[in-house]
């Protein structure tokens, strides 16, 4: 009885410590066109459209900030909820698509997105059915929404096996989410499918159509532009060629692991002081390539 009122302890603390951090989060806009804005909190950066035919949200976060989300869109538009697409299945990109949902959005996402929200979640529970997206699509999908036609593309095993890039072609504004983070290294989730090959294609392909003018939603990070963008792939081409030297010079895991170097170029510059760090980063890429 003291093992379960112990434990009982701990997760109402960690509960509490949780919702403390999210009490603290504001949620703010920024204008990227007459129609599209940024959203940014905690989590993956949001994307919204705002006109005549409703709302169109792209990702939502951690449920908890659902409310103060909700809040910052009714400060951009008092039109109704009408569209939400997920770019892939992690938390903070699809934690609030219940709320969302109970709010009025239809939620669009890719194939093995809605299927990996199906498996129960870390607790053993699962999502309600709420949380699941209603339309999925395998390669890409068009949605024409005030005024305006947005590509859905999805991109193979990158970040994960159900990423989804989103280009709205009048605003000129692409939304990565998390095949691109800002100035720092990516996350490259392998156990959901995602790969450090299928990550640099799909960077090739997000700048296949966009331009000079382009205005760049990130997963995470500030608004971002192509040339920034095109730096962020030469970062992953330049560890994945010192990588693929180091495999083929029979180093092992732990060598590639410890092997400052392979790195440095661009540990020197910060990509490693976000959530995955240079040493993550090295380790991620070996497992990736050496498995393929």
């Known amino acids: 009885m003291k093992k379960i009122l112990t434990l009982c302890l701990i997760f109402t603390i960690t509960i509490g410590f949780a919702q403390s951090r999210f009490d603290k989060v504001e949620i703010k806009s920024e204008k990227l066109s007459d129609n599209v804005y940024v959203l940014f909190g905690a989590g993956g950066n949001i994307g919204v459209s705002v006109g005549d035919d409703g709302v169109f949200v792209i990702d939502d976060q951690f449920a908890p900030l659902s409310e103060k989300i909700l809040a910052e869109i009714k400060t951009l538009s008092d039109k109704p909820l009408k569209f939400l697409v997920n770019t892939h299945w992690h938390g903070d990109h699809s934690g609030g698509n219940a709320n ?3 709010a009025g959005a239809t939620i669009i996402a890719h194939d093995n997105v809605k299927a990996r929200l199906l498996n129960p979640r870390r607790d053993g529970s699962y ?6 997206p209603v339309i999925t699509f395998n390669d890409k999908l068009n949605i024409t929404i005030n005024n305006e036609p947005v590509s859905v593309f999805h991109v193979a095993n990158a970040h ?17 989410g998390d095949t691109y983070f800002k100035g720092r290294y990516p996350y490259i989730d392998l156990k959901s499918g995602g790969s450090a090959k299928g990550y640099i294609e799909a960077a090739k ?10 205005k760049i939603i990130p997963g995470h990070g500030s608004v971002s532009n192509k040339e920034e963008y095109q730096t962020f792939l030469k970062m992953l081409e330049t560890i994945e060629a010192n990588v693929s030297k180091a495999i083929a010079d029979g180093k092992t895991e732990d060598e590639v692991k410890a092997d400052a170097s392979i790195t440095k170029q661009y540990d020197d510059l910060g990509y490693g002081s976000g959530f995955i760090n240079s040493e993550r980063i090295r380790l991620t890429f070996y497992k990736s390539l050496k498995g393929e």
Request: charge should be negative.
């Open 127 to 132: 999502n309600p059915k709420e949380a699941l």
């Open 160 to 176: 994960t096996d159900g990423d989804a890039l989103l280009y709205f072609t009048e605003s000129n504004v692409l939304h990565t």
């Open 100 to 102: 969302m949902a109970k």
């Open 205 to 214: 392909r997000g700048l296949m159509v966009i331009d000079e003018n382009t």
